[in-house]
């Protein structure tokens, strides 16, 4: 009989060895040199039996760190369809080996890489006490509970944007907006711009449909969407938005300067492209200075997003999209054949919390904690001249550039540290920076401890 090429030997035998235990699901697998001593093969033999065994999802390689069991395999289920095989091609599913890790060790260690508010500052509202009979009741239309909805037109006015109740959306979440804005707006082979970096590199949501995201550089020293660049991208490219989000952006934490949103407004307006102006952290605005959403600039190119997920948890999940009354009818019907309706709690505990007497005052002490912790992390920063934070006037997170690009490697010292964050390459292809959500700061000697162990490590 016809021996098999020495490679597939090489991957039936470790396929062996992870099934029998030698090597435990999540181990690392010895080098590529010592496994090739122990075969009697050529180093590049152990190479392709280890490149054939990342692709089918049994190993993981993990850059500068050696290759891996992967954890998501289970060779118990061999000779059954490999679920994991049909997935790992798709780009929904592009999280990396790194935040497994994360959120494997978040439990143990400082989390500050999670993207919410710290439940602690969640503001506490007076829960409605339900009647039956006035849910059944409850004025509700495939765009959402109508008092919700004024409810959202009355809090928008104070950011000077004027709209009717035909023209909101309730959604169950920001991102429930940019998926029907995707299925009712966009077709495969079209493409968005967005900033880059940008949250939205992590959803994949556009990827997995087959539309394309052109990036557009952010320049975060001078809190600037590189225009030139804009302008380059609309000219290059069939581009239906520009997705952006200009206020207290997630992973930078900067705000837009008005002359750049001037001349981003101008330049949509000459190639015609509307703007998705997604604004979810529009509440965490702790200097106190007034920002004006380009919603109020052009109220006719802009598709507004907003939500309460951040400020009230992901449990609520209320969002809400402001278009044109046509679009939002269109939106909420290929909300009702998917069957995405919404539920009627969360949006009646949203309008509590909105007509609340006190919403304001209780966002505004929100917002003073914020602020403290911002400062404080500052604080420990300036001791390290190597971390150069962005200037930030609100929201969340703090962007801190590293002076040179760090390794697989030194990322790995945050894991080890037990000090979670955000790495830059999770939000585009750079490897120079990480976010860290300071709203989670509540021990901020623990944290200082922890970075100064980071630090002496990266020096
Ligand atoms: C910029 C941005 N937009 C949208 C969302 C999603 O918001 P929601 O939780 O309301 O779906 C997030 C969540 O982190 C975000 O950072």
């Known amino acids: 009989m016809k021996q098999q090429p020495k490679y597939i030997q090489i991957i039936e035998e470790i396929k062996r060895r992870i099934k029998a235990g030698d090597y435990p699901i999540g181990s690392r697998l010895p080098s590529e040199r010592m496994l090739a001593e122990q075969f009697k093969v050529n180093r590049s033999t152990i190479i392709r039996s280890y490149e054939e065994l990342t692709a089918i999802g049994v190993l993981e390689r993990r850059v500068g760190s050696g290759t891996y069991v992967s954890e998501n395999y289970n060779l118990l289920f061999e000779g059954q369809t490999n679920w994991y095989q049909t997935l790992t091609n798709h780009p ?23 993207g919410e508010l710290s439940s602690q500052l969640i503001p506490n509202f007076n829960f409605p006490s339900f009647d039956w009979a006035e849910i059944a009741d409850r004025k509700q239309d495939s765009s959402g509970l109508v008092d919700l909805k004024e409810a959202v037109c009355k809090h928008l006015k104070r950011q000077n944007i004027a709209v009717n109740p035909d023209e909101v959306l309730i959604t169950s979440g920001a991102r429930q907006a940019l998926f029907l804005i995707l299925q009712v707006l966009l077709s495969p082979g079209d493409a968005v711009a ?18 394309k995201t ?45 002359e750049n949103r001037q001349e981003l407004i101008q330049i949509c307006a000459n190639y015609q492209i509307p703007i998705i102006e997604d604004d979810v952290f529009q509440l965490f605005n702790f200097t106190g200075q007034k920002i004006l959403p380009l919603k109020s600039l052009d109220s006719l190119n802009v598709i507004y997003l907003g939500s309460l997920s951040k400020v009230l948890g992901s449990n609520i999940n209320i969002g809400w999209c402001i278009a044109p009354p046509f679009m939002v009818k269109k939106l909420a019907e290929a909300r009702e054949l998917m069957d995405f309706s919404l539920n009627i709690f969360p949006q009646i505990i949203a309008t509590q919390a909105f007509n609340s007497a006190e919403f304001k005052e209780k966002i505004n002490q929100t917002n003073q904690i914020l602020k403290q912790r911002h400062t404080e992390l500052l604080h420990i920063i300036k001791k390290y001249p190597n971390w150069q934070p962005t200037s930030i ?9 590293y002076s040179h690009d760090l390794s697989m490697n ?3 010292y945050f894991i080890e540290e037990r000090l979670l964050i955000a790495p830059s390459f999770i939000f585009s292809q750079q490897y120079n920076a990480i976010r860290i959500n300071f709203s989670k700061l509540n021990d901020i000697s623990e ?12 020096e």
């Open 214 to 258: 052109i990036q557009i550089p952010l320049d975060i020293q001078r809190k600037k969407i590189d225009i030139h660049a804009l302008e380059k991208a609309f000219q290059n490219n069939k581009i239906k938005f520009l997705i952006l989000n200009p206020n207290f952006h997630n992973p930078t934490g900067i705000t837009l300067t008005s």
């Open 410 to 412: 030194e990322f790995e």
């Open 447 to 458: 944290f200082e401890k922890r970075f100064g162990a980071i630090n002496q490590r990266l």
């Open 92 to 114: 929904i599913s592009t999280q990396s080996s790194y935040q497994d890790r994360i959120t494997k060790y978040r439990k143990k260690a400082m989390d500050l890489y999670t």
């Open 393 to 401: 006037d609100g929201g969340l997170y703090q962007w801190l550039t």
């Open 194 to 211: 967005t900033e880059s970096p940008s949250f939205l590199y992590r959803l994949s949501l556009f990827q997995s449909a087959g539309i």
